[in-house]
């Protein structure tokens, strides 16, 4: 699987937007990007992905660099509630292979009142 | 429709003893992901497993560990023989079969924190 590289820490304050970067500079041609993020003492949760175009849903944005080397998650009004550890993960969708999610350290968000 | 579901939430075992632990992917969920997270690191893929069939098992440690997923009831996460070094939350996900490929959203279950005295 290839690998991510985000920052260990960012913090943000309440109301403001987030911007959380993520590398991929060896992703290949079918690689998805996937975020998910963990909530303290919770399991992880999907956030996002896409392949080539930006995405927009109902939690987040995820935009993708044109040359896909790069992605940044975009959380428009950060809340209390959005601290957590988000893992920015490249999947290779297969016919009958192992869709495992390869995690990362994330990078945690911590975001002030 | 619940979610993913894992029990016990907390397990205490002394060292030698085993540990299960259960895991009830969502409705119509066939595939199911066992995960490890030690205290303060990342999650580690353990094992996937179909019904009835263990698709990839490249991230279960050679012994002790073993995992099941029956034609009927949770699918089942074996340790026998614990050490306090398999303290750890173990966090099962699920996802529904799509077209013959696993769906791209895996779903988390709050798992089951595991502590070896």
């Known amino acids: 699987d290839a690998k991510t590289t985000q920052p260990n820490s960012m913090e943000s304050n309440e109301e403001e937007p987030v911007h959380l970067p993520c590398n991929h500079s060896?992703?290949?041609?079918?690689?998805?990007i996937h975020w998910y993020r963990q909530l303290p003492s919770q399991g992880p949760e999907y956030v996002i992905h896409?392949?080539?175009s930006n995405v927009n849903n109902r939690m987040a944005s995820l935009a993708i660099a044109e040359d896909r080397k790069s992605s940044t998650l975009i959380l428009h009004r950060a809340t209390l509630r959005d601290a957590a550890v988000y893992y920015c993960?490249?999947?290779?969708?297969?016919?009958?292979?192992?869709?495992?999610?390869?995690f990362g350290k994330g990078t945690k968000l911590t975001v002030n009142p | 429709n619940a979610g993913v579901m894992q029990n016990p939430r907390h397990l205490v075992r002394r060292r030698g003893q085993e540990a299960r632990l259960r895991c009830s992917p969502m409705?119509?969920?066939?595939?199911v992901y066992w995960y490890r997270q030690l205290p303060e690191e990342g999650l580690k893929f353990m094992v996937y497993?179909?019904?009835?069939?263990?698709?990839?098992e490249s991230g279960m440690p050679k012994e002790r560990f073993s995992a099941e997923f029956p034609k009927e009831g949770p699918s089942i996460l074996r340790i026998q023989q614990v050490v306090r070094g398999d303290s750890a939350a173990y966090f099962c996900?699920?996802?529904?079969?799509?077209?013959?490929?696993?769906?791209?959203?895996?779903?988390f279950g709050p798992g089951t924190r595991l502590t070896v005295l």
């Open positions: 996900a699920s996802s529904p079969k799509v077209a013959g490929r696993a769906s791209n959203e895996q779903f």
């Open positions: 060896t992703i290949s041609g079918t690689d998805y």
């Open positions: 896409g392949l080539t």
């Open positions: 993960i490249l999947r290779a969708l297969t016919q009958g292979g192992s869709e495992k999610l390869v």
């Open positions: 409705k119509g969920h066939s595939h």
């Open positions: 497993l179909q019904k009835e069939n263990i698709i990839d």
